[in-house]
């Protein structure tokens, strides 16, 4: 175990490093000069000088090699110092600190409301394979996966707020705020983990020790509650790094919809402006936190399952 | 890393479909599936539309028409008209070939990467195995519609761009699935056969391999689609896709915004056409899968 965690450990700085060169190259290949993008936010519509571009190549450090680049920005990465925003001249990394919070809480809220569907749904589903209630659930999990969550989005807002004025529209900071993007964010997560549950659950019910426990007489709710679902429950597990990588992905979409001053809505506004420093800051930071996510799940799951202690699996 | 076929919900087929004596029969229970045959028929219609689209009887959808703004469904216009007088019926029906067009481009664009990568590395090993499938494992580290943002952003707004940017990301998962079906694969019989009888290892991939592993990649193809048509609608949406006056569900639902508490099935529409769409393709794709997959189709009885 503790030599696992090692070896996963050691390869971290080489995956970091894959990690930022991967951030710095999808951004050094884009076509345009940065320095006439930068010149063109501070004042729209001039043509900026000749002379103006080259002295701000010179203050972006542009005129450098491309390698020698890297090594700077990679070193002052490293440093904390994730450069300043083009537009805003706001130091990136203050940014990402700043807009962490609102997206945590809203992916937490998100993936707790569809945790808390998905896994009595899929159970249900398993339980009752063939009957009404699975069939009713893999209609609500084929919902789920089809429907963009941009247009659910605006479904809930013209519903909810618009119709009926139960709920505010947009905005951030209260509870209520929280209710309409938390609901359209889980969507998608839901149907996906209602669908993982359902099959592992199905699966480890036609496991050999499961019809050991129900020939001994044990009731169906002890049979699936303590001896199933422990075991369904971790293919969901090791399926979190990809469900936090969906979960930040529709961020980006809802947290635009909904005003919500989150991750999302910074990378759209960088996007859309080429604010190049925030977009490789951001990019780069998402990697590292689902590495680190991914490295965290594997570890769980090898203390959750004896099993995986034995086998060789592949880093 | 290990959960990419978990990530599109793919059950992998084991074995490959090989040709079987009873062939037509099983391209019946294909249709006998409500559930497939229901997808068929959106996928067949969807086509249909966005292929005689341009030569229809439809209204201009780029046509404006200002004193027609935000009119209600009419003869005239069957599901009124937008923020610019345009027909939105007419803007639907050509925004499928848009739609279409662009998830078509992208999926060949991703699998022609993820089938190349995936099959030299699976027949080869060795180092260039190993290299690939780190760069694969890297890649896997970034959120793919994060990433497909991010090179749009670079490359610029632009439906081109867009589907560049996520036919560009979205090979990555794929291409380690394809790999590992190579792998097993090039153990086969049928392999050392084709070797022993002096085939090269070009031919032996082109020739033996690659049409025994189409089964897995039209189901995986298949169950992308609709993926891909929601990621492309999605960055449009955001502004970094089709651009005006270009009809295309992403950038209609976009255009609507403003005009949310008025007209509120301006927005409505296009999200359903989004949502009819990738239903079609998902239950296809389902139906494909069991069909070209004897061991799903056993647990599914």
């Known amino acids: 175990m503790g030599a696992y965690v090692v070896r996963r450990l050691a390869t971290l700085p080489l995956l970091l490093l894959g990690i930022s060169a991967v951030s710095f190259a999808l951004l050094s290949v884009a076509p345009g000069d940065p320095a006439e993008i930068v010149l063109h936010q501070r004042n729209p519509g001039q043509m900026p000088s000749p002379a103006a571009v080259t002295a701000m190549r010179a203050e972006l450090g542009l005129d450098a090699p491309l390698p020698a680049q890297y090594v700077r920005w990679m070193s002052r990465a490293l440093a904390g110092d994730m450069g300043r925003s083009y537009v805003t001249e706001q130091p990136v990394a203050a940014q990402l600190a700043r807009r962490t919070v609102p997206t945590v809480v809203l992916t937490a809220a998100a993936l707790g409301l569809a945790l808390l569907l998905a896994v009595p749904m899929g159970i249900l589903s398993a339980r009752r394979r063939g009957g009404a209630g699975d069939a009713l659930v893999r209609l609500a999990a084929l919902v789920g996966s089809a429907a963009p969550s941009y247009a659910l989005a605006f479904g809930l807002i013209i519903l909810f707020a618009v119709k009926l004025s139960w709920l505010p529209a947009v905005g951030y900071g209260s509870a209520a705020q929280m209710v309409l993007p938390a609901i359209a964010l889980s969507l998608a997560p839901m149907a996906q983990l209602t669908r993982l549950i359902r099959a592992s659950v199905l699966d480890v019910l036609g496991q050999d020790y499961i019809r050991t426990a129900r020939a001994k007489g044990l009731s169906e709710q002890m049979v699936v509650m303590k001896h199933a679902l422990r075991n369904a429950l971790l293919p969901a597990i090791g399926a979190t790094g990809v469900i936090l990588a969906h979960l930040l992905g529709g961020a980006v979409i809802i947290e635009t919809i909904f005003t919500w001053p989150g991750l999302g809505q910074l990378i759209v506004g960088a996007a859309l402006t080429r604010d190049y420093p925030v977009v490789q800051g951001f990019v780069t930071y998402l990697a590292v936190i689902v590495l680190l996510a991914n490295l965290a799940t594997d570890i769980a799951l090898r203390v959750a399952d004896p099993r995986l202690r034995y086998e060789r699996v592949g880093v | ?301």
Request: glycine share 10%; hydrophobic share 50%.
């Open chain 2, 1 to 301: 890393m290990t959960m990419t076929a978990e990530r599109i919900g793919v059950r992998l087929p084991r074995r490959p479909a090989i040709a079987e004596p009873r062939r037509r029969g099983r391209w019946h229970a294909l249709l006998r599936e409500p559930g497939t045959a229901l997808g068929l028929i959106l996928v067949a219609s969807l086509l249909l539309a966005g292929l005689v689209a341009p030569w229809s009887p439809l209204a201009d959808p780029t046509e404006i028409n200002l004193p027609d703004r935000l009119l209600s469904p009419s003869p005239e216009h069957l599901l009124g008209t937008d923020h610019l007088g345009r027909d939105t019926f007419s803007r639907l029906v050509h925004g499928a070939r848009a739609t279409l067009l662009a998830a078509a481009a992208t999926l060949v664009l991703s699998m022609t990467i993820a089938v190349t990568v995936g099959l030299l590395s699976g027949y080869y090993g060795g180092w260039p195995d190993t290299a690939l499938m780190w760069v694969v494992d890297l890649l896997l580290a970034f959120p793919s519609l994060i990433l497909a943002l991010a090179v749009a952003g670079a490359l610029g707004p632009g439906l081109l761009n867009v589907l560049l940017a996520v036919g560009a990301v979205w090979w990555v998962g794929h291409a380690r699935i394809i790999r590992g079906i190579t792998l097993g694969e090039r153990e086969m019989a049928y392999v050392t056969a084709a070797r022993a009888s002096g085939a090269s290892d070009r031919r032996i991939i082109l020739r033996h391999i690659a049409p025994n592993i189409l089964g897995p990649i039209v189901v995986l193809a298949s169950l992308d689609i609709g993926w891909i048509i929601l990621g492309i609608a999605g960055l449009s949406f955001l502004g970094l896709g089709a651009q005006p006056p270009t009809p295309e569900w992403g950038a209609m639902l976009s255009d609507a915004r403003p005009h949310l508490q008025t007209a509120p099935h301006l927005i409505l529409l296009p999200g359903a056409a989004i949502f009819v769409a990738v239903l079609g393709f998902n239950l296809l794709g389902d139906g494909l899968r069991d069909l070209l997959d004897p061991r799903i189709r056993r647990l599914a009885r």
